[in-house]
């Protein structure tokens, strides 16, 4: 009986030392094969396949201990890191993409703040403004009451429409 405590435990600590994140889309509305997954294995030749394109630079981070890749596609409209071949970040400055968040949300630039909280449940994210033309959102994991770790920020103009977004691991 004590060892399934105590491996019950060992399962809870572990549970709660994993970062719990939203399912994150960018897809291209003109071409649906391009299409970028956060978490998805994002190597320079998977990139080169999808997008065509190679890294504008690659370097080893020491604050993250990785090596980091940064792309740019679409003359900067979509640009995205990969941290050890992993796609993690990205911003989006053109309404050519859709931001799909667990197959349920979907957001694009030009999209206004009023739009967004109609469009997503209140009790599905948690919305904040962090300066005149800056919001960050963060959402809740499908089936759970667990907010994401990770974040969308949203810079948006003084009508409140998004000019821009960008998915930011957490710090």
């Not at 071949?85 to 197959?103: Q, W």
């Not at 999209?111 to 009790?123: D, F, G, H, Q, V």
Request: glycine residues 4%; hydrophobic residues 45%; contains cysteine.
């Amino acid at each position: 009986m004590k060892i399934y405590l105590k491996l019950l435990i060992l399962f809870i600590i572990c549970c709660a030392c994993v970062p719990l994140y939203a399912q994150v889309i960018v897809r291209s509305k003109e071409d649906p094969s391009k299409i970028l997954t956060l978490g998805e294995r994002m190597t320079p030749q998977t990139a080169w396949n999808r997008f065509g394109i190679r890294p504008v630079k690659a370097y080893d981070d020491d604050l993250f201990d990785c090596f980091i890749e940064k792309y740019e596609y679409d003359n900067g409209n979509l640009e995205f890191d990969s941290f050890n071949s992993v796609a993690s970040e990205f911003a989006i400055y053109s309404d050519r993409y859709t931001l799909i968040i667990d197959r349920k949300f979907f957001i694009s630039v030009g999209m206004t703040i009023a739009e967004l909280k109609r469009r997503i449940p209140a009790n599905e994210m948690i919305i904040k403004r962090l300066t005149d033309n800056l919001f960050a959102v963060w959402f809740k994991i499908t089936g759970t009451e667990i907010f994401a770790d990770d974040r969308l920020m949203l810079e948006v103009d003084a009508q409140e429409r998004i000019l821009a977004m960008g998915w930011i691991i957490p710090d």
